[in-house]
């Protein structure tokens, strides 16, 4: 199967991640987005393991607030997904509840034509992320269609 995949042309730029400093490059390559905005959709839970809370609030958050570039969060209805919310406008973002119907076991963030899973699999957490232009669009046309029917 790798010979195959050796042989196609144009495959998408994949990187797999588990350390903390690999979660770090896949976040700090959202700060070059030149769409500015991100899209985020899924577990909060997979995103609070994935980046320390200090780097969050001492770097990430006002860097990107910085540069202008808004969050576009669709998470499951929780007490973290209400302590987002209150301080969305604050920190240019947008945050939103996922139809109860909605179970994501994983989270998705995409940027431009980047895309990340963050799984957790029998406590192992890792990335997967894939610069994909026809992966992307659809992935935000599948968000934007699950943010039209969400809960403000």
């Excluded at 958050?61 to 540069?67: A, C, D, H």
């Excluded at 669009?137 to 599948?142: F, Q, R, S």
Aim: with cysteine; proline share 4%; net charge negative.
């Amino acid at each position: 199967m790798r010979e195959l995949l050796m042989n196609v042309k144009n495959l998408p730029d994949i990187e797999i991640g588990g350390s903390p400093e690999d979660f770090k490059v896949f976040a700090e390559r959202t700060l070059d987005s030149r769409e500015k905005v991100i899209y985020y959709l899924g577990s909060v839970d997979l995103l609070l393991a994935a980046y320390e809370q200090a780097y969050e609030d001492d770097y990430y958050i006002p860097t990107r607030m910085k540069l202008g570039i808004l969050v576009k969060m669709l998470v499951p209805d929780s007490e973290v997904m209400r302590k987002y919310q209150s301080s969305d406008a604050e920190e240019v973002r947008e945050t939103r509840c996922l139809q109860d119907d909605v179970v994501m076991d994983y989270s998705v963030m995409v940027h431009d034509d980047w895309v990340v899973f963050f799984v957790k699999e029998e406590e192992e957490l890792y990335g997967l992320s894939l610069q994909s232009a026809p992966v992307s669009h659809t992935m935000k046309a599948m968000f934007n269609d699950m943010w039209r029917n969400s809960k403000p």
